[in-house]
């Protein structure tokens, strides 16, 4: 019924900076929170940013002052600007979104994942 599909992620060397986007698509009623996951190899996966459907955000203490969450409701998409990367950001970045669909069910929805490697 839902579909979320990320794009953005890649290859950047420590320092540098990328920005995933993630486009929610299907029979959508409206959005409330949208936020940003990553599950680094042989770890747990992680909440990295959360923004509210008013704007309200919230960060990992990890990427406070480095990474920064934003969302366009009329294209029901979600942006992570990541900066100053760290090899330690390396992960599979998921996007999850809480949905409720035209027939008022409520759904938790994840992206299939993208992936972000750091070099040093």
């Known amino acids: 019924q839902v579909q979320l599909v990320e794009s953005g992620g890649g290859w950047v060397q420590a320092g540098g900076s990328l920005r995933l986007s993630c486009a929610a698509s299907g029979s959508i009623r409206s959005i409330a929170a949208m936020g940003w996951y990553r599950q680094a190899p042989g770890k747990q996966r992680e909440s990295v940013a959360r923004i509210t459907s008013g704007g309200t955000t919230n960060y990992a203490d990890s990427v406070k002052g480095r990474f920064a969450i934003s969302r366009d409701n009329a294209k029901n998409t979600v942006y992570l600007q990541m900066n100053s990367l760290k090899p330690e950001d390396t992960a599979a970045y998921y996007c999850?979104?809480?949905?409720?669909?035209?027939?008022?069910?409520?759904?938790?929805?994840w992206g299939q994942g993208t992936p972000v490697t750091v070099s040093s």
């Open positions: 999850n979104a809480d949905v409720t669909v035209v027939t008022l069910r409520r759904l938790e929805v």
